[in-house]
């Protein structure tokens, strides 16, 4: 191996500097050239394509979002435009392929590698929905990001005496909003894993008001709106309604996927990616890196993909304990 590329695909995340930052400096500390594909997928079909040197990488480590941009691409999808993305990667001589992005992300390294092209999955995405490892890379400074709004909106929720709803991202994992939810002390954390009971989020919100409570958070996750005919501002004119608590409803948004990532996601970033080219230089395809328990591991995609996301129900339960 000679020449690896590497792109982002899918949501942004912060961190994905930090593992690009990592892939490039020990794919040329181990005498290897790197391509940046820029925008994903899309920038590979349309070769978007420049070497990467140990300074284009520099002054990255700290910043959100991804220098070689992301994208969606539907072109992507279809068996035509992976052949044109082959045929760019072979005209580049590029032999090695890291993906940065989620699980579809993942799909797409899948059909690369199927096709002969070494690939090799690092899981970005703030959501932490995929299953075959315990944290996805830029999850926690999200959770770190959401903590910061409730801690702030908490104070004035404390001064006026209201009920406030944070919504959170997450379409299918609650991972944001259960992890943010108990850090934050949250009265109720409402997610698509568990779905929820009106009046017992109302009730909760009424016995602490009643025993002195002068502050309500409830942290609910984007998934359950989405999928239900509510959106976040009708459940709290309901909440509203059924309590007589003033409530009122922040969409924390984009906000979410921006920021200078935390120690947590630029250490683990920084790992992953050195393990992806240590992967790439003995002929390795089709894995994804993970970690559990501090310790890094590669894992076949399709294993990775298939399997199933748990739900951390302690941590759920704890928090409504630890909230009444
Ligand atoms: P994420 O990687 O964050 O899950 P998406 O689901 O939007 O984000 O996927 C990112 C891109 O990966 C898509 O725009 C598409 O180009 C590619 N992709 C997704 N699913 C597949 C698939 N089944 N086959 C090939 N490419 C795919
Ligand atoms: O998958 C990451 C994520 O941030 C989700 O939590 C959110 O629902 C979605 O992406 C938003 O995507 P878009 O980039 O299309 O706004």
Same mark, same amino acid.
């Given at each position: 191996?000679?020449?690896?590329?590497?792109?982002?695909?899918?949501?942004?995340?912060?961190?994905?500097?930090?593992?690009?930052?990592?892939?490039?400096?020990?794919?040329?500390?181990?005498?290897?050239?790197?391509?940046?594909?820029?925008?994903?997928?899309?920038?590979?079909?349309?070769?978007?394509?420049?070497?990467?040197?140990?300074?284009?990488?520099?002054?990255?480590?700290?910043?959100?979002?991804?220098?070689?941009? /992301? &994208?969606?691409?539907?072109?992507?999808?279809?068996?035509?435009?992976?052949?044109?993305?082959?045929?760019?990667?072979?005209?580049?001589?590029?032999?090695?392929?890291?993906?940065?992005?989620?699980?579809?992300?993942?799909? =797409? &390294?899948?059909?690369? /590698?199927? &096709?002969?092209?070494?690939?090799?999955? *690092?899981?970005?995405?703030?959501?932490?929905?995929?299953?075959?490892?315990?944290?996805?890379?830029?999850?926690?400074?999200?959770?770190?990001?959401?903590?910061?709004?409730?801690?702030?909106?908490?104070?004035?929720?404390?001064?006026? =005496?209201?009920?406030?709803?944070?919504?959170?991202?997450?379409?299918?994992?609650?991972?944001?909003?259960?992890?943010?939810?108990?850090?934050?002390?949250?009265?109720?954390?409402?997610?698509?894993?568990?779905?929820?009971?009106?009046?017992?989020?109302?009730?909760?919100?009424?016995?602490?008001?009643?025993?002195?409570?002068?502050?309500?958070?409830?942290? *609910?996750?984007?998934?359950?709106?989405?999928? =239900?005919?509510?959106?976040?501002?009708?459940? =709290?004119?309901?909440?509203?309604?059924?309590?007589?608590?003033?409530?009122?409803?922040?969409?924390?948004?984009?906000?979410?996927?921006?920021?200078?990532?935390?120690?947590?996601?630029?250490?683990?970033? /920084?790992?992953?990616?050195?393990?992806?080219?240590?992967?790439?230089?003995?002929?390795? /395809?089709?894995?994804?890196?993970?970690?559990?328990?501090?310790? *890094?591991?590669?894992?076949?995609?399709?294993?990775?993909?298939?399997?199933?996301?748990?739900?951390?129900?302690?941590?759920?339960?704890?928090?409504?304990?630890?909230?009444?």
């Amino acid at each position: 191996m000679k020449k690896i590329g590497i792109l982002t695909s899918g949501g942004d995340a912060p961190g994905m500097n930090a593992a690009i930052r990592a892939v490039v400096r020990s794919a040329i500390y181990n005498g290897l050239k790197v391509m940046g594909i820029n925008k994903g997928y899309q920038g590979l079909i349309e070769g978007n394509i420049t070497e990467m040197t140990l300074s284009s990488v520099g002054d990255i480590i700290h910043r959100g979002g991804t220098i070689l941009k /992301s &994208a969606r691409c539907d072109e992507f999808r279809t068996e035509e435009g992976r052949k044109k993305a082959i045929n760019v990667l072979n005209v580049f001589g590029i032999e090695g392929l890291v993906v940065i992005g989620g699980d579809g992300s993942f799909r =797409g &390294a899948k059909k690369l /590698s199927e &096709a002969g092209i070494a690939t090799i999955g *690092l899981p970005g995405t703030i959501d932490n929905d995929l299953a075959y490892t315990d944290f996805t890379i830029g999850f926690d400074t999200t959770v770190n990001t959401v903590l910061d709004a409730i801690s702030k909106i908490r104070d004035t929720s404390t001064s006026h =005496g209201r009920a406030n709803i944070i919504e959170v991202m997450g379409r299918h994992c609650g991972d944001i909003a259960l992890y943010a939810g108990l850090a934050g002390g949250a009265e109720s954390i409402i997610l698509p894993e568990e779905g929820f009971d009106i009046d017992e989020v109302c009730k909760k919100l009424l016995q602490g008001k009643n025993r002195g409570k002068l502050h309500s958070i409830i942290v *609910l996750a984007e998934g359950v709106v989405a999928e =239900g005919s509510q959106n976040a501002f009708e459940l =709290g004119k309901e909440i509203e309604d059924k309590t007589g608590i003033e409530t009122r409803v922040t969409v924390l948004g984009h906000i979410q996927r921006g920021g200078s990532p935390s120690t947590n996601d630029r250490i683990m970033a /920084s790992r992953m990616g050195a393990k992806a080219v240590e992967l790439l230089m003995k002929d390795e /395809s089709g894995k994804v890196i993970g970690i559990k328990g501090n310790e *890094l591991f590669a894992m076949d995609i399709d294993e990775a993909l298939a399997t199933d996301k748990k739900f951390n129900k302690d941590m759920y339960e704890l928090a409504k304990i630890l909230s009444i």
